[in-house]
């Protein structure tokens, strides 16, 4: 990088730590650093969330995922729509989710079932979210590696380091200041400024894309150049791809209403709202927060992949795939002991052979369109096959990132850059916290049984987020990863997912849910999404092998294969030796029936007494004095449709507008478009150069467009709200009990004697 990178890069971070350190004055207590003193506002969580959910793991998960399979398949996404948007507008689980005031998920179960299932599920949940998180240093880092072109070793007062361990260690450092600083209040803030500051940045960068690559004469012809059943752009055009039926959308819609919520990795931001309903209106906001941000990141993978595979850019591909191919070896292969084979390779590479080997390689195997990676995995291979997978891996995250620093010039380098440190610290920050907050909250503290003083559960909720930072550094380090990213959430969210959206659901929803169906639908959904994956991944080396040789491999066949006929052609289990029979998608299906099933049952059976569901969510006479509370309207012909778009009392006229704006946009033009172009193409396909210009309007003129305003819009907003945010922490009165426990279960005299211990702890140790 230039001198100029350097100050675009370091000079926005120098206003995020200056803001942070100035925010943490406001940091009073614990329900500041657990749930920023639960007075956020809509804008602030929509900013602030925005760009802590948008990782740079993320990021280049979605570069696997665009390079590999474009970008038609998102069209049939859009079947979803209407149920999306009606959860989206009635604040489906969120809104009640923050009536109960409960800081972690933990706290929840606690208050619905009991302290027993908190600790249980956090287990699980922390488990899960700590080996999820664990990577995403490993890639962060890697990124900019390979991006900046750093070298793998840099010389640090006379000691030889790898660079890999100082960036992992030099951005996690900075994370855990700022969350150790203020917890989420400081996060909160410093997500929200990113957020505003990274507007004009992505800006930048679509700008440039477009000036720098045609839609029509480069991008387009690029992503068309595909055999049948794999286009990039046509979403008719796409059986060859993935299994894609109405089956599979029927359990992605069933997922995101029996599922809702149960991923924590922002949890700090779900209780952070003023109040319930602008928890719900900062969501509402969502819709319209990502700017140019989404733009980006489908142009940046459309540019990196029609510099890597159009004929124009020819010369430059084949010298970043050289470089990519050297620098991934030199990563994987770094130890001695491979020398000789990153010679060997170093030399075919160098040499004049290696031009007319490639090309013999693409004519022989049109379909491998990388036969220098397929070269160089088989030497490698040769001699370790698990470091053969890794640099597979790494090469297909890397590409991408690859091309970018070969086709940005200097100024644009240094935005990009900015950008992927602002993706990495918000993430870092909010997920650090999230996953050390549950541990303390949930599962040290209960387990304990009495409460800490605030300086006491401050000190501890701090020393294990360190922990976190630790154990990320060491799991990043030591793990080679070997499979795609999506693949490695997959596997460690399973570990929560697979069972608890069925708790949360029907924990918010229902009055006769029970411990005993909780319990059962949590252990059973985790133990069958855990099998699977496990299933899937051996399947091919271990089981199948087996099942043969012990001779049950007929009768397993005999049974799947009937139970599965019925439901043909929609499921259709075949046992061959390739691959696992149940498909992911099949498997999920399953385990949110058993989960729903359990739940239901076991809760039937054992429910005595329905559950207060008034007082958990603290509405009629359990209302809290200050909050607003919703008039009660009963339902008619009239305003059916306005409960429909979640409009009620609490809604002013800004409210309404921003709801029928969300509704207009996403029933008219996002579902609207997706039926048209449906009944079109089943009576008159469209041509190819058609879904040209139906990407170019779609996913270019009309969201840059929205970008514009977006931009000015939100960053206003942003502002504004900030300024609100640190008025109404400075005026918010302190309550000590308010800790993440659950002390409703303890009577007058009991509630009043702990608040005295708190206070008088409190007093004795000085404020934090």
């Known amino acids: 990088m230039q001198t100029i990178d350097w100050i675009i890069v370091t000079i926005p971070i120098f206003i995020v730590f200056y803001i942070a350190i100035k925010a943490q004055r406001h940091v009073r207590g614990v329900s500041d650093f657990l749930a920023g003193g639960r007075v956020a506002g809509r804008y602030v969580l929509a900013v602030a969330s925005g760009e802590a959910g948008m990782g740079l793991v993320s990021v280049v998960a979605m570069f696997e995922i665009y390079y590999a399979s474009g970008f038609a398949i998102a069209f049939w996404q859009q079947i979803a729509i209407p149920m999306g948007m009606v959860m989206l507008l009635m604040g489906y689980c969120i809104y009640r989710f923050r009536e109960t005031r409960a800081m972690t998920m933990g706290q929840f179960f606690e208050i619905r079932y009991n302290r027993s299932f908190r600790i249980f599920a956090a ?54 200041f700022i969350v150790c600083m203020g917890g989420q209040v400081t996060i909160m803030v410093t997500d929200c400024v990113l957020g ?5 940045l992505y800006a930048i960068i679509v700008v440039f894309i477009l000036f720098q690559f045609s839609w029509f004469d480069d991008m387009a012809p690029a992503l068309l150049h595909r055999p049948e059943g794999r286009s990039m752009l046509n979403p008719f055009d796409t059986s060859q791809l993935r299994d894609f039926n109405l089956f599979y ?57 029609t510099f890597l595979n159009s004929a124009t850019f020819s010369k430059e591909a084949e010298a970043v795939r050289i470089e990519l191919t050297a620098k991934t070896m030199d990563d994987v292969l770094q130890k001695s002991e491979f020398q000789e084979l990153r010679n060997e390779v170093s030399q075919f590479i160098a040499s004049d052979t290696q031009a007319s080997f490639l090309a013999q390689a693409m004519l022989e195997n049109p379909d491998d369109k990388e036969p220098l990676l397929t070269y160089t995995k088989e030497k490698i291979s040769s001699v370790d096959a698990s470091r053969a997978q890794t640099f597979g891996s790494i090469f297909g995250q890397m590409r991408v990132p690859m091309a970018l620093k070969h086709m940005f010039p200097t100024g644009v380098i240094g935005v990009f850059c900015a950008l992927c440190i602002f993706l990495l610290i918000s993430t870092d920050t909010t997920y650090m916290h999230s996953w050390g907050t549950i541990i303390v909250q949930d599962i040290i503290i209960p387990i304990k049984g009495s409460a800490l003083s605030p300086t006491q559960q401050l000190k501890t909720l701090r020393l294990t987020i360190a922990g976190v930072a630790a154990f990320a550094w060491f799991f990043s380090f030591y793990f080679a990863q070997v499979d795609f990213i999506m693949m490695f959430f997959m596997i460690t969210g399973a570990i929560w997912m697979g069972g608890a959206g069925p708790c949360i659901v029907g924990g918010l929803y229902w009055k006769r849910g029970t411990p005993t169906g909780a319990f059962a639908a949590l252990i059973a959904g985790s133990s069958i999404s855990v099998g699977t994956v496990i299933a899937q991944k051996t399947w091919v080396p271990h089981i199948y092998p087996w099942l043969e040789s012990s001779g049950h491999l007929p009768g397993f066949t005999r049974v799947l294969e009937s139970v599965s006929r019925p439901l043909e052609p929609i499921v259709v289990w075949r046992v061959t030796p390739d691959e696992f029979p149940i498909t992911s998608p099949e498997a999920y299906f399953i385990t949110l029936l058993l989960g729903i099933g359990l739940y239901v049952g076991l809760s039937m059976l054992t ?116 300024r609100r945010l640190f008025q109404r922490l400075d005026a918010k009165e302190e309550d000590l009990l308010d800790d993440g426990r659950v002390i409703g279960h303890m009577n007058a005299d009991e509630a009043a004697m702990d608040q005295a211990r708190t206070v008088e702890q409190y007093n004795t140790e000085g404020r934090e």
Request: with cysteine; glycine share 10%.
């Open 249 to 305: 959308v029927f359990v992605g819609i069933l997922g995101s209403v029996f599922n809702r919520m149960s991923w924590s990795g922002s949890s700090g931001y779900n209780a952070a709202a003023l109040n319930a309903h602008e928890q719900k209106m900062g969501a509402v906001l969502g819709v319209w927060r990502a700017g140019f941000s989404a733009m980006t990141f489908i142009l940046l993978a459309a540019a990196a992949y």
């Open 196 to 200: 505003i500051l990274s507007y004009p």
């Open 123 to 176: 287990i699980l949940q922390s488990i899960s979210g700590v080996l999820n998180y664990a990577i995403f240093p490993a890639v962060g880092a890697r990124f900019l590696i390979f991006f900046l072109d750093l070298p793998f070793q840099i010389n640090i007062a006379g000691f030889t380091l790898p660079t890999f361990g100082v960036i992992m260690a030099l951005f996690l450092s900075v994370a855990l």
């Open 607 to 722: 429910c005595k007494t329905p559950f207060n569901m008034e007082r958990m969510l603290h509405r009629g006479e359990y209302h809290r004095q200050g909050e607003p509370q919703v008039e009660k309207v009963p339902l008619t012909l009239r305003n059916a449709f306005l409960k429909l778009l979640g409009i009620d009392s609490q809604y002013t006229k800004g409210d309404i507008i921003l709801a029928w704006s969300v509704f207009i946009w996403s029933a008219g033009w996002g579902f609207g478009s997706f039926i048209v172009l449906c009944i079109w193409n089943s009576i008159s396909p469209w041509p190819n150069a058609w879904w040209v210009n139906w990407f170019f309007i779609a996913n270019i003129i009309i969201p840059g467009v929205i970008a514009v305003v977006s931009t000015v819009w939100f960053t206003i907003g942003g502002v504004v709200d900030l």
